[in-house]
Structure formats: C-alpha cells, structure tokens
C-alpha cells in the first residue's frame, strides 16, 4: 500500500497557524507516494521561499485521512 502524501503551500498571516490568506493562490507541488519523496519536494518547495516569512509550505498525510482506522489506537 503507497502512503501517498501531498504537498503545498501558500501565503499565512501568522507562520505559527495553517490559517493561509488567499486558499485560490495555493501552491500545490504534487502527491508523492512515501514520505521521503514528498519531504525532498517540501524541502525544495520552502527552500524557494526561504526569505519570504509569510510562506509556509506542508506535508499532509492523504493516507490518514483515507484510511483514518489505520491511525486509530488499539483496543484493550
């Protein structure tokens, strides 16, 4: 099973929060299929914007929320 993963990123008012200012100016870079990749295009993606501080790129973790009972605790 690929853990697929998506990338993107946008302006931010506070580079503290995911509250991003225009969701219609959103950089998306892509869906990689593990972690590894989709942390190399993240690192590349910030690395862009590195001097801008309201820039803010993420890693979403796409197979969490298609198969959240993957994430869920263990039952006693």
Excluded: C
């Excluded at 969701?23 to 001097?51: C, H, M």
């Amino acid at each position: 099973m690929n853990k697929l993963h998506l990338v993107f990123g946008g302006r931010v008012d506070d580079p503290m929060t995911l509250d991003f200012d225009d969701l219609e100016s959103i950089d998306i870079v892509g869906i990689f299929p593990d972690y590894k990749s989709a942390e190399k295009a993240w690192r590349a993606a910030a690395q862009r914007t590195v001097d801008d501080a309201e820039m803010k790129y993420v890693v979403v973790h796409l197979h969490r929320l298609v198969q959240p009972d993957l994430m869920a605790p263990a039952k006693e």
